[in-house]
């Protein structure tokens, strides 16, 4: 079993930065992926990043792709979302998730591990 916690979120304006932490413990794999998603009211979740860890296989929803990017420190067991020229319409909760599997999965459903999720909260 995986423990996930997420950090980093907050208020900020329309063009600024921030950088979202995922710190996982518990029961490791030998091969995961882990995956950030966020979530709008009043809409569904989203896949926004995905990487395999221990690698640099990485993957963007086109809607951040070259604003965001995830990555991994190895010897702290946390993932990272990097979160710049931020909009309003990236305002949602984000939440960390981890499969099993060298793969990154867009579905959420491909996920066994799940945060509590940060708020994320872009002003105009």
């Known amino acids: 079993q995986v423990q996930l916690v997420e950090s980093g979120g907050g208020l900020v304006q329309a063009g600024g930065s921030l950088r979202l932490s995922c710190a996982a413990s518990g029961r490791t794999f030998s091969s995961y992926a882990m995956g950030w998603f966020r979530q709008a009211p009043g809409k569904e979740r989203e896949f926004v990043a995905g990487?395999?860890?221990?690698?640099?296989?990485?993957y963007y929803a086109d809607s951040v792709k070259g604003r965001f990017a995830i990555s991994s420190d190895n010897a702290k067991n946390t993932v990272y979302l990097q979160m710049n020229s931020l909009e309003p319409e990236d305002t949602a909760v984000y939440y960390c998730?981890?499969?099993?599997?060298?793969?990154?999965?867009?579905?959420?459903?491909?996920?066994?591990?799940w945060g509590q999720g940060t708020q994320v909260t872009v002003s105009s």
């Open positions: 998730a981890a499969r099993s599997g060298r793969s990154i999965r867009t579905s959420g459903a491909w996920y066994d591990f």
């Open positions: 990487i395999i860890w221990n690698s640099d296989s990485t």
